[in-house]
């Protein structure tokens, strides 16, 4: 039911997994094994219509009772395919023996498992086209927000909040490009007893005699003339919707089949057919033991819940009360501190992300499964497979409501880049500075001021130009004015201080607009005060023969917002790369 897991509790992946879904995709791929029968003239197209008809009855299965008599089997095909060869009975007798006829249990949970799949990750990635344009819609707005780079817990040197959000919008948008990926190969099953398909052969060989159930099962799972189970009533419940990922194909419609030369096979004949009417792809062989579908999977949901966890273990970082340069747009409640508002959705993120790689691990170590058929390996995929589908599906359900209501404080940013009285800077004055008085003097004054910056709260640029190397380069009759606070933190451009979030203003973050014209937007609103900042090097100050270093310009090498090198650029480079991935 979801309580002890609220990332995915109500969410459209927790239906697209349930019990109810993993019925309606055995039901779809028996149904779909018929037709596809049908369309090889292994079996007629009644039968097709027969068993289409029975399958998509779905009141008639019940999924407790087909849960509980799994046990006696090891899997819950078997107990479906003797209600659904009941209910095919009832209405034709002569289509019943073609009721999985030829198949083995694991080609139609393996099928339904990929059904299922195709099926929830159509809203997993669905939220993260959200959350992607929500970021990209970020990014350009905030693309020149100077905030700290912060490296190992400690500020660093500046960086700007656009960048920061373009790397979150680079992880979201991969892991979307890697599950459409992995959606669009997911295979079909089938391969019989043993991956040989030559329960088929057998079947093309031997003339048709209908009439009574002979046992449809290639290797024994429901046996000949096995009726336990049918007529049952297995009350009503709802098995879910068919989703977008099936193909619709008339009943006995010849599928596209087959590679030249092996067109001849009804083996490979029936396998293309299948896969066809499954609307999943054609395996090149039966991977009854080959789980690289499975690994495949596991490795993209995996990523996708790691690369939502890097987000969220920002906005963690940022939203700490002492920090505060982000919130969540609706924040959670506590039981017991009525003041509390928690940034809930970044901790259900950051929570599925850390328990998605111990699950992937279950699945790919069943990547090492034995013989022609594996005795544990595949059924120990099952529920981990269903588990990192929700996780992931419903961490992405979060993402995409995190991004589309992240409140953004740029005046929090300005005030913690100012923290340090200017430190932020110290790389960018010893680089300056090492042209003129070389790298090792430069780097000893630099140091011995920050060290004094640190222990007196003295601004680096006033003790940068007590220091004697520096002070040389200065006007003799220079004084050191109060420092101006706002050049120290940064605040050189002419940005708003109220708090934003996607979506209030409209001229800056263009929410219907194409994330070209927020860049355009975001690029025209830089200011000259920080171009011109960002001008002064190595050439403004270099001394050569009794050139003097101005306050004027020793105060704008120091300003962090200064000093943000290419991440403007970076910006731009990220969002075109994100609209071109979703455009193409």
Avoid: C
């Avoid at 693309?143 to 040197?157: I, N, S, W």
């Avoid at 419940?237 to 099936?246: K, L, N, S, Y």
Wanted: aromatic fraction near 2%.
């Amino acid at each position: 039911m979801g309580l002890l897991a609220p990332v995915w509790a109500g969410s459209a992946v927790e239906a697209a997994t349930g019990d109810a879904a993993f019925v309606r995709g055995m039901l779809d791929a028996e149904a779909a094994l018929t037709r596809a029968q049908a369309a090889t003239g292994l079996a007629p197209a009644s039968a097709a219509a027969a068993v289409t008809a029975a399958a998509a009855e779905t009141g008639r299965y019940d999924v407790r009772d087909l849960a509980l008599r799994a046990r006696s089997g090891g899997n819950p095909v078997i107990p479906l395919v003797a209600d659904l060869t009941a209910a095919v009975a009832a209405r034709d007798p002569d289509s019943a023996p073609y009721v999985h006829r030829g198949a083995t249990s694991q080609d139609i949970w393996d099928t339904a498992l990929m059904l299922v799949a195709g099926r929830a990750l159509a809203p997993v990635l669905a939220d993260l086209d959200r959350a992607a344009r929500a970021l990209a819609e970020t990014a350009a707005a905030h693309r020149d927000t100077p905030m700290a780079g912060r490296t190992l817990t400690q500020h660093a040197v500046p960086t700007t909040f656009g960048l920061k959000v373009a790397g979150w919008l680079t992880l979201v948008a991969g892991a979307r490009d890697r599950l459409a990926a992995v959606r669009a190969a997911l295979p079909a099953q089938l391969g019989g007893a043993a991956g040989t398909l030559a329960a088929f052969h057998a079947y093309g060989e031997r003339p048709s005699t209908g009439g009574a159930v002979d046992g449809p099962s290639a290797d024994g799972d429901v046996g000949d003339g096995d009726t336990r189970g049918v007529g049952r009533n297995h009350g009503n419940r709802d098995v879910g919707e068919e989703a977008d990922i099936g193909k619709d194909t008339d009943v006995g419609e010849e599928a596209d089949v087959g590679e030249d030369g092996d067109a001849g096979d009804v083996g490979v004949r029936l396998l293309g057919a299948f896969a066809a009417e499954t609307g999943l792809a054609e395996p090149p062989l039966p991977w009854h033991t080959l789980r690289a579908p499975i690994a495949d999977l596991a490795g993209g949901l995996a990523f996708t819940a790691g690369a939502l966890g890097k987000v969220a273990a920002d906005v963690l970082v940022l939203s700490r009360t002492e920090i505060g340069e982000v919130a969540e747009g609706v924040g959670g409640g506590s039981s017991a501190m009525p003041h509390k508002s928690n940034p809930v959705r970044a901790v259900l993120i950051a929570a599925a992300a850390r328990q998605v790689p111990a699950l992937a691990g279950v699945l790919f170590g069943s990547l090492a499964a034995e013989d022609e058929r594996p005795a544990g390996a595949w059924h120990a995929e099952w529920q981990p497979l269903r588990e990192v589908l929700r996780l992931t599906g419903g961490a992405a359900e979060a993402a995409a409501e995190l991004a589309e209501g992240l409140r953004v404080r740029p005046e929090r940013m300005r005030e913690n880049l100012g923290l340090t009285n200017g430190l932020v800077a110290a790389e960018r004055l010893t680089i300056v500075l090492a042209g003129v008085i070389g790298r090792d003097r430069a780097k000893q004054a630099v140091t011995r001021a920050s060290r004094r910056v640190s222990e007196e709260g003295v601004p680096l640029a006033e003790a940068v130009a007590a220091e004697p190397d520096v002070a040389a380069l200065l006007p003799r009759d220079h004084t050191t004015p109060a420092q101006d606070s706002s050049a120290q933190t940064g605040d050189t451009t002419a940005r708003a201080t109220a708090d934003t979030a996607p979506g209030e203003d409209d001229a800056a973050r263009a929410g219907t607009a194409p994330v070209q014209d927020s860049t355009a937007q975001a690029r025209a609103d830089a200011t000259s005060a920080q171009d011109s900042s960002a001008r002064v090097g190595v050439g403004a100050v270099r001394a050569g023969e009794g050139a003097a270093l101005s306050w004027e310009e020793l105060l704008r090498v120091a300003d962090p917002a200064g000093y943000l090198g290419s991440a403007g650029a970076l910006v731009d480079r990220a969002l075109a790369t994100a609209s071109t991935e979703r455009t193409s």
